[in-house]
């Protein structure tokens, strides 16, 4: 399973990619806002900066909500750097949009999505990587990774290559569960991640080991 980061703070991204286990990055409106980057100009060299970091895809997503903009964006976006993936929104000229970037060999990244059917529909528009939200679907008590089974079922039945690409990762029991079920990708905070270090035993274990070892040094 490949680990994405879902954050445009570039801390974390290095963080996460010297771990050495980061696949790529994806991003949103709400997260570029978050660390204070607006206007065009910003936004693009913000992309540009995320893609100098890490080796992997980098989703961007696109503002506009209408199949035109939605493909001059989306093409400009593309243009930045080979790791673009441009991230669409699963609406009507949303699938348009991802069918028109399928047939140019443009990745995309159907995000927003919370159902199968939005699943089966991105698979068919041919794109690379759809993006369940199970985070969100947890907090409306909805079983997120249930959704997760579902459209790994349905891929698997029809052979289609798009990417379940899970989002919305909350934490380290999500991650799991994603790994379980084959999700292909999951993206979440790097907390989540740094999570599945943790094991009090392998604590009290290693303090154990260190202790015997200076005991036996006579330290
Ligand atoms: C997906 O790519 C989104 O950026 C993200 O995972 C949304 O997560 P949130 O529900 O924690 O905002």
Redesign the pocket.
């Known amino acids: 399973m490949k680990f994405f980061i879902?954050t445009a703070n570039l801390e974390q991204i290095k963080e996460a990619q010297d771990l050495g286990v980061l696949d790529g990055v994806?991003t949103?409106p709400?997260?570029m806002a978050k660390e204070g980057i607006s206007g065009d100009e910003n936004v693009i060299n913000h992309y540009k900066a995320i893609c100098a970091i890490v080796d992997g895809d980098v989703?961007a997503e696109v503002i506009s909500t209408n199949y035109e903009e939605m493909i001059k964006e989306g093409e400009a976006l593309a243009k930045l750097d080979d790791k673009i993936v441009v991230k669409v929104p699963m609406i009507k000229d949303g699938i348009k949009a991802i069918k028109y970037f399928s047939k140019k060999g443009i990745k995309t990244n159907c995000?927003l999505v919370f159902s199968a059917g939005q699943a089966l529909l991105a698979a068919k528009a041919g794109a690379t990587y759809v993006?369940p939200?199970i985070?969100?679907l947890d907090d409306i008590s909805t079983d997120g990774l249930g959704l997760i089974e579902e459209i790994r079922l349905i891929y698997d039945n029809y052979s289609f290559p798009t990417q379940i690409l899970a989002?919305?990762v909350?934490n380290s029991a999500h991650i799991l569960g994603c790994a379980k079920i084959g999700a292909d990708v999951m993206?979440g905070p790097l907390s989540a991640i740094t999570a599945l270090l943790k094991h009090p035993l392998t604590d009290s274990g290693l303090a154990t080991f260190l202790a015997d070892h200076a005991k036996a040094a006579g330290k």
Do not use: E, K, V, Y
Request: net charge positive.
């Open positions: 879902d994806t949103n709400s997260l989703s995000t993006s939200f985070g969100r989002a919305s909350r993206t």
